[in-house]
């Protein structure tokens, strides 16, 4: 690995790249924007934490590279590692670590050690009201509810002007309102920050909300880094689309025919297009269509065949739950009990009327909606 950073590493906020075989395997790779919320995702044992400890100087990896700011961090193959202490990182535990027996503001002040004694008050004061805190500023860690404490963890984070925030599932011990009503403050927060963030979570929801780019992370791997959207609609293979719990998830299809834009697909004894780059005939992939693409079609068609560009699926309806402002409907295709479609439909009394648990039935869906993918990396 180079010693000296390049151009484009010097204009990026974050560079950092990590490789060893054990006894935690690393084969990650990650690039973040001044300004841009990164999101690491991945299943417990993934590697999101080593990954955010390894960035802070909290483990080192047998191979690294950071660069931050246009400053090395961290450089193995140079035998440069600066310590956790001289590296500008504001990092948000899981349970927030603060000091029990201190005030919010004294929490907050002992992070300013670069300022004098007399200031450190008076800044901590002042990043506590941005968080919108002044009231409880004299307040231990005890008499705080979940959400105070959190943005005490975030003011206290910020007080070393850091080139790098770092999170880690901030919002985890929180209850479902307070991290909806946190989560638009971070939000806010954000887009007057103008150094990178990276955020580890298991909530995709939350992901998709705040981050701008994503990184999925399987067994310490980069699987896959974009748009959040993108990532959770398209993933590059099977294990990321498991990742990203992707509903209607279809394996053993076979390309059978393809063509510029076009696929054609036999699956489970139907032939299925795929509005999809040509694929080798014969290739084993799996393949998926998004829920609020499918609909209803005439059950009297052939089944697999429908209008250009569209497809057709005959099998019965399993279960149908009536959701707040939505019915989820879950359809068998027929020759399985395997495939089950799900996808949305007006609640009951909205539109025609719904079908009944074990009916006969057809779905259709476009061929655009179809998405192939790897069956493995």
């Not at 999101?39 to 990954?51: C, D, F, V």
């Not at 067994?219 to 209607?248: C, F």
């Not at 079609?297 to 089944?303: E, F, Q, T, V």
């Not at 309806?317 to 395997?338: H, K, N, S």
Request: some cysteine.
């Amino acid at each position: 690995m180079a010693e000296r950073a390049t151009e484009a590493e010097r204009s990026l906020g974050l560079v950092a790249e990590f490789a060893q075989p054990g006894p935690i395997p690393l084969a990650a790779q990650l690039r973040v924007a001044p300004g841009e919320l990164h999101a690491l995702i991945g299943p417990s044992g993934s590697g999101k934490t080593t990954l955010l400890r390894a960035l802070a100087g909290l483990y080192r990896p047998r191979h690294g590279r950071i660069v931050c700011a246009g400053e090395f961090w961290l450089d193995t193959a140079a035998g440069r590692d600066l310590s956790p202490q001289r590296r500008r990182v504001g990092l948000v535990f899981q349970h927030y670590a603060l000091f029990p027996h201190l005030s919010a503001e004294e929490n907050v002040a002992a992070a300013l050690t670069d300022l004098p004694r007399a200031a450190r008050g008076k800044r901590a004061r002042a990043l506590l009201a941005q968080m919108g805190l002044a009231a409880v500023a004299a307040r231990r860690p005890a008499m705080l509810s979940g959400g105070e404490q959190q943005r005490v963890a975030l003011a206290r984070a910020l007080a070393r002007a850091p080139a790098l925030l770092l999170l880690d599932e901030p919002f985890a011990a929180l209850d479902t309102r307070t991290r909806r009503h946190l989560r638009q403050e971070l939000a806010a927060l954000h887009r007057g920050l103008a150094i990178p963030v990276v955020l580890v979570t298991h909530d995709l929801e939350e992901a998709a909300a705040l981050a701008s780019q994503m990184t999925v992370l399987a067994q310490g791997r980069t699987l896959q880094t974009g748009p959040p959207r993108e990532i959770m609609t398209r993933p590059a293979s099977l294990a990321i689309a498991r990742v990203v719990d992707l509903q209607n998830l279809f394996e053993g299809a076979v390309v059978i025919k393809a063509a510029a834009g076009a696929t054609s697909l036999a699956w489970r004894g139907l032939r299925i297009e795929a509005a999809a780059d040509p694929l080798p005939p014969g290739a084993e992939i799996a393949w998926t269509v998004a829920p609020a693409a499918i609909s209803w079609a005439d059950p009297g068609g052939a089944a697999g065949e429908g209008r250009a560009g569209w497809n057709i699926v005959r099998g019965r309806v399993g279960e149908v739950a009536a959701l707040p402002g939505v019915a989820r409907v879950t359809f068998i295709a027929d020759g399985t009990e395997e495939a089950a479609f799900v996808f949305p439909c007006p609640p009951p009394g909205i539109g025609p009327p719904l079908p009944n648990p074990g009916a006969r039935a057809a779905i259709g869906f476009p061929a655009a909606a179809v998405h192939l993918m790897a069956l493995s990396g």
